[in-house]
């Protein structure tokens, strides 16, 4: 029987990060290690270890989609490489439009709104997990950035329950811009 390993608890971890998002928004920052972790490692190691061994999002829905998932294979188009390049400019461009609702908060123009945009469409009143005072700059990118966590995490269960369990890591953006960093790595170009 295989050894379990301190690795292949961290979907405890995830569930973690969603949890603390209900009671202070600001623990959504801790994100970043999970946006910067798997760019570095591809980039340092040039291979996906953090997709195969680190990810705490893809433990997560192995484990539930032993239950949840109906196992059946993915249509086509969500494997073909247009649609996962289609799906990485799509959540950048929707990733900047939120770093830039940031700025404008920064700047003055706007006021912080202390609401989650789930799948960049519905608002969800959220003031209530806003429980420290910090400069509103800092606080919308905590409810930006915890907004796009909680829409990623709504798709890849989506997908898990209709189709395989680990089905979103076919067009996970960050699965794709990893597998892009270690192609490059390997042809020298990085
Ligand atoms: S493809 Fe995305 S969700 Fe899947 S293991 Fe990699 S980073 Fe995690």
Do not use: H
């Not at 379990?4 to 405890?12: E, G, R």
């Not at 603390?20 to 340092?44: D, E, K, Q």
């Not at 915890?146 to 890849?156: A, E, L, P």
Request: net charge positive; charged share 10%.
């Amino acid at each position: 029987m295989k050894d379990n390993k301190w690795s292949d608890y961290l979907w405890i971890v995830e569930i973690t990060y969603l949890v603390l998002g209900f009671f202070n928004i600001l623990f959504a920052w801790l994100g970043m290690i999970f946006f910067v972790t798997p760019l570095l490692i591809s980039s340092i190691k040039g291979n996906k270890s953090y997709c195969n061994k680190y990810c705490g999002r893809g433990q997560l829905f192995a484990t539930l989609g032993k239950q949840l998932s109906r196992n059946k294979p993915l249509p086509k188009f969500m494997r073909t490489s247009y649609f996962r390049y289609g799906f990485l400019t799509f959540f950048m461009i929707m990733f900047l439009n939120m770093v830039f609702t940031t700025y404008l908060v920064f700047a003055g123009t706007s006021n912080l709104s202390e609401a989650l945009t789930i799948l960049w469409t519905f608002k969800l009143p959220w003031a209530f997990a806003n429980t420290i005072d910090v400069v509103p700059w800092v606080a919308q990118y905590a409810f930006g950035f915890y907004s796009v966590m909680m829409t990623s995490t709504i798709i890849g269960m989506t997908t898990m329950v209709l189709f395989k369990p680990r089905g979103f890591c076919v067009y996970c953006p960050m699965g794709t811009m990893t597998q892009g960093i270690c192609k490059l790595k390997n042809k020298g170009a990085l």
